[in-house]
């Protein structure tokens, strides 16, 4: 970050009470007794696992070992950090590490029987089976008789309130379907964004799989065939991270999903879905800096220059809005614009707001949440579309 530009502090774990406090220390536990009941690894795993639990609710950080493949890579990323402890780290640096760890510990990376299974493979697995996927996908066949404008605003909205199907968020915030409130809404300048531009490229940052992921294709395929985007690319996680976030097999399962109800409107989006693959118009990518511990203003070059060709980026969810602003306690009514003014392309928030970081808001919008009781910036409740236009 220059000297000049104007910042706040960096989130830490380290106060009880506290969001990211509450995060390694209620969170964590539940997901690892999760992880620990849903797949049958043996004692080294769990022992692991367990061992992982208690360095990071009370330990120091310890580095990977040698055999890991990025261990330099972390080495470099964490060099002021090993050997603190782990709520002296910042909190998007250490909760991005302890999902790192937890695939150490499972055995992901490492050859073996365990190479290559995803942790949480089996609450993305139950979500995109379960009933409200159905409905979801029933929900898809009044799409064709909405009038475009409708269409699209109906799909934006669809892939907002998708990030609140988060299997993290539900271990300890609220479940539940509705809604959320929009806090910002700069949804017209995105689609006169796209509209402006001769032959726009979109590239979408993904979030979680499942429910999420589900609209966010159906959004890509309405961009697509709307001719609101020439051509997609979609980024998703080189591997899995924070419970629910998309990784490639989590695109193809979902493309299954969608293409095994044919005949039905759900059928033909994963049909055109598929073919854009084929020819190109949609890409699927990863890169490995999507699981690292730092924000969007340490994009490395070649990542950098494959965005800045976007017309628009959308970027999905509650961690790559900490990433894409910076996980710090900005002002709330720090401009949005400023805040993002690093990224290489015109780009778009879609997020429902679940950690302590937000920017962008009118102060009677924050006067009003604050007199509230609500835990407005963490609950899920309220979500966001905010937009920067111009590169
Ligand atoms: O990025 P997502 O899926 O919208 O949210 C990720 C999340 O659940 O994980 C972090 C806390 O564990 C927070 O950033 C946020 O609450």
């Known amino acids: 970050m220059s000297p000049n530009m104007p910042t706040a502090p960096t989130i830490l774990s380290d106060v009880p009470g506290s969001f990211a406090w509450g995060v390694f220390h209620e969170r964590h536990p539940k997901l690892v007794r999760q992880v620990l009941d849903a797949l049958p ?8 696992v367990e061992e992982l639990l208690v360095e990071s609710t009370g330990g120091v950080l310890q580095p990977l070992g040698t055999s890991a493949h990025d261990h330099r890579q972390w080495r470099e990323w964490g060099a002021d950090l090993f050997g603190k402890p782990w709520d002296e780290a910042p909190f998007l640096w250490a909760e991005s590490y302890f999902y790192r760890r937890l695939l150490e510990a499972t055995g992901y990376f490492r050859p073996g029987a365990w190479h290559g299974i995803d942790p949480f493979a089996p609450f993305k697995n139950a979500e995109l089976a379960g009933p409200a996927v159905v409905d979801e996908l029933a929900a898809l066949d009044d799409l064709p008789s909405l009038p475009a404008k409708k269409r699209s605003d109906v799909l934006l909205a669809s892939a907002l309130w998708g990030n609140r199907a988060d299997l993290a968020l539900r271990l300890t915030g609220p479940a539940g379907d509705a809604r959320p409130a929009l806090l910002a809404d700069d949804s017209p300048l995105l689609w006169s964004t796209l509209a402006a531009s001769g032959s726009p490229r979109v590239c979408l940052l993904a979030d979680n799989a499942g429910r999420e992921l589900l609209p966010d294709l159906v959004l890509i395929d309405h961009l697509l065939t709307a001719g609101q985007a020439t051509e997609v690319a979609l980024y998703v996680k080189p591997a899995p991270y924070y419970v629910s976030d998309a990784t490639t097999a989590d695109v193809l399962a979902t493309l299954d999903r969608l293409r095994a109800e044919a005949g039905r409107e759900a059928g033909r989006i994963g049909g055109r879905l598929w073919q854009a693959m084929n020819d190109g118009t949609l890409a699927i990518r990863t890169h490995p ?28 969810g509650d961690l790559n809005y900490r990433r ?5 306690l900005w002002a709330p009514t720090s401009p949005f614009a400023e805040r993002v003014g690093h990224f290489p392309s015109p780009v778009a928030a879609l997020r429902t707001l ?33 937009v920067r236009t111009g590169a």
């Open 41 to 48: 690894y043996g004692p080294a795993e769990r022992a692991a």
């Open 354 to 386: 679940k950690s302590d970081v937000i920017v962008g808001l009118d102060e009677p919008v924050v006067a009003g949440l604050d007199a509230t009781e609500e835990e407005w910036r963490t609950s899920g409740t309220y979500g966001l579309i905010q």
């Open 324 to 328: 894409l602003v910076g996980d710090r």
């Open 289 to 316: 800096f999507l699981c690292a511990p730092l924000p969007f203003s340490d994009l490395p070059a070649d990542l950098r220059a494959e965005l800045s060709g976007a017309a628009m980026t959308i970027v999905k």
